[in-house]
């Protein structure tokens, strides 16, 4: 059977299959370092999943920053990975913005007085813009999912 959709359902329902892509590819990589740490080699992952040894490197250095294991009582080892969820219609709303609200962010480290040694400052990985703006960036989240957010965490 042939279902016919109007060209902004195709637009909702591809962004929530990009969506799914993405979580996807999350626990992928969870469970690829998971079975590292395990005690698989580099060589026999990379003949599990047919890739190349450097191509496992790769990913595993991914997952270490990428795919954390999931947090007790949450749907995600990081922010961008609930957001994902949530666009992929895995959370409701009201779930998803419990989670990136009461999710406990990265700081970034004080800015160094001497103003030129700021130039290469580190990316804070687990920080709301590379977690919660990166999502908004990607389309996991609408402005009003992000304003709803922010708000919630300018509030504590």
Do not use: C
């Amino acid at each position: 059977m042939t279902v016919t959709m109007n060209a902004d359902e195709l637009v909702a329902d591809l962004g929530r299959e990009r969506a799914r892509e993405v979580a996807a590819h999350i626990a992928y990589l969870r469970r690829l370092r998971q079975l590292h740490e395990r005690g698989y080699t580099q060589v026999k992952l990379a003949t599990l999943v047919g890739v190349s040894q450097p191509t496992i490197s790769e990913m595993l250095r991914r997952a270490r920053v990428n795919a954390p294991d999931v947090r007790p009582g949450t749907h995600g080892g990081t922010p961008y990975e609930i957001a994902a969820r949530y666009a992929a219609g895995e959370l409701d709303r009201d779930i998803a913005l419990r989670e990136l609200t009461t999710w406990r962010y990265e700081r970034p480290a004080e800015p160094n007085p001497i103003p030129w040694a700021n130039d290469g400052a580190p990316v804070v990985e687990g920080g709301f813009n590379n977690q919660v703006g990166r999502a908004l960036r990607d389309g996991l989240l609408t402005d009003e999912d992000y304003d709803a957010v922010l708000d919630a965490l300018a509030d504590d």
